[in-house]
């Protein structure tokens, strides 16, 4: 059985940092893909970014290009979010997600079959 374990996140001010870890217990596929997703309150779910872990492939929303990193420790078993120049509409519940091939269909949130718990991020101005 997968799991995934989301930690990091809380309250910080414009132009701050933060970044998001996702633990993964369980069997993952060598072609595994593992994205980061948010909502906000009052919206949609919406891709933020996601990663093809056997390659390293990197694809970001165009809110985030330039701000956000994501990246993985292989070794930990370990999906991670850097949120650099942090603004208030980066404020939401964010979640980190993961499936193998979901990768291919873009920030397609029915193609990821496994989920974080979530944690909050949230930017004051």
């Known amino acids: 059985q997968v799991q995934l374990v989301q930690s990091g996140g809380g309250s910080v001010q414009a132009g701050g940092s933060l970044r998001l870890s996702c633990v993964v217990f369980?069997?993952?596929?060598?072609?595994?893909?593992m994205g980061w997703f948010r909502q906000a309150p009052g919206k949609e779910r919406e891709g933020v970014a996601r990663i093809y872990t056997s390659g390293g492939s990197t694809y970001y929303a165009d809110s985030v290009k330039g701000r956000f990193t994501i990246s993985q420790d292989n070794a930990k078993n370990t999906l991670y979010l850097q949120m650099n120049s942090l603004k208030p509409e980066d404020t939401a519940m964010y979640y980190c997600?993961?499936?193998?091939?979901?990768?291919?269909?873009?920030?397609?949130?029915?193609?990821?079959?496994?989920w974080g718990q979530g944690t909050q991020v949230t930017v004051s101005s």
């Open positions: 369980g069997y993952i596929y060598s072609s595994d893909c």
């Open positions: 997600a993961a499936d193998p091939h979901a990768c291919d269909y873009g920030f397609i949130q029915a193609a990821f079959r496994f």
